[in-house]
Each structure stands twice: as structure tokens, then as C-alpha cells.
């Protein structure tokens, strides 16, 4: 099983934006999801936006307003727009695929990539 790749982190300036990419191929049986998460030093882990096969879209209060997520599906990409970034952004960024058979869940993660918002 090939993990998804995610990349575009990097160190932004607060109210800047950046934009994170994820390789991670829809053509799985069950495929039902794709999304980020998010975690940072002494927080709880999480779940920043999310993309359904069907293409609906869900976002956290935290970054609603701020970030898009979107997919370019023959290209296999998930990409994550963040703008109007802030210190509490600052998070090793994660993307996962989900995918459902028989009623069971399976998930998929990549390595993550680092996202640092600060002066």
C-alpha cells in the first residue's frame, strides 16, 4: 500500500498563505474520503477539512473562512489553500485517504509536512 505524499509546508509570515499538496490516488475500492489534520506540540490532534467522493466539503471552526480544500482527481492531488495564517496555525500538517469495505473503516496517512507561521 503506497502512503500518501504530502508537500508545500514551509515558514510563513502571519497573514500570509500557503499551499499544502497531497499524492494520494482515489482509485481504491471504497474510496470514500480524502482530508488533512493537523497536529501541534501539546495540543489534540485535529481534523482540519475534509473532501467526500462526492466532492462535499467540511471544515473546522478553527480554520473556516481561511482554508479550501479542494481535489484534482486525474492528477490524484488534494490540496490544502490556507490564507490569513496565524501563530496558532503553526502544526505538522497530515493527509489521509479513507476508504470503507464491508463496514469497516481504513485509513490511510502520509509522514506529514511542516507548516510554521511566525515573524
Known amino acids: 500500500q503506497v502512503q500518501p505524499v504530502e508537500s508545500g509546508g514551509g515558514l510563513v509570515q502571519p497573514g500570509g498563505s500557503l499551499r499544502l499538496s497531497c499524492l494520494v490516488s482515489?482509485?481504491?475500492?471504497?474510496?470514500?474520503?480524502t482530508g488533512w489534520y493537523r497536529q501541534a506540540p501539546e495540543k489534540q490532534r485535529e481534523l482540519v477539512a475534509t473532501?467526500?467522493?462526492?466532492?462535499?466539503?467540511n471544515y473546522a471552526d478553527s480554520v473556516k473562512g481561511r482554508f479550501t480544500i479542494s481535489r484534482d482527481s486525474p492528477k490524484n492531488l488534494t490540496y490544502l489553500q490556507m490564507n490569513s495564517l496565524k501563530p496558532e496555525d503553526t502544526a505538522v500538517y497530515y493527509c489521509?485517504?479513507?476508504?470503507?469495505?464491508?463496514?469497516?473503516?481504513?485509513?490511510?496517512w502520509g509522514q506529514g509536512t511542516q507548516v510554521t507561521v511566525s515573524l
Open positions: 489521509y485517504r479513507e476508504r470503507v469495505v464491508a463496514g469497516y473503516k481504513y485509513d490511510s
Open positions: 482515489e482509485s481504491v475500492f471504497g474510496f470514500t474520503a
Open positions: 473532501i467526500t467522493a462526492a466532492g462535499n466539503t
